[in-house]
């Protein structure tokens, strides 16, 4: 199995963990994931991976953890495709959502 099919893999098993709301595999997956994209130098599927743990942690009552992984997403999309990618709208919502959340 190559390493992007492991990483897929990988994060397929957390995303799936994550709608069955097991928190803690969903965080060890994505986890295992997020540290493959990075060294397979895939920012973009980085980004997608931190954004779906940040859904994990906001899910978890923990909006802190949520925006550390959110910004870091925004920041990898930004570095390496712009603002214009359609996975920033998506994170930024869901930063935006956050705070919003925050402040109820």
């Not at 893999?9 to 997020?34: C, I, K, V, W």
């Not at 997403?73 to 920033?88: H, R, S, W």
């Amino acid at each position: 199995m190559s390493t992007a099919e492991k990483i897929v893999l990988l994060n397929q098993n957390g995303r799936d963990a994550f709608t069955h709301g097991r928190y803690e595999d969903a965080l060890y997956y994505l986890g295992m994931a997020a540290d493959r994209a990075r060294l397979a130098g895939t920012p973009l599927q980085e980004a997608d991976i931190r954004n779906t743990i940040g859904l994990v942690f906001r899910d978890l009552g923990n909006p802190a953890q949520a925006e550390i992984h959110f910004k870091l997403a925004l920041a990898l999309i930004v570095k390496k495709a712009g603002d214009d990618a359609p996975l920033y709208s998506v994170v930024t919502a869901n930063l935006k959502n956050l705070r919003e959340a925050a402040r109820m």
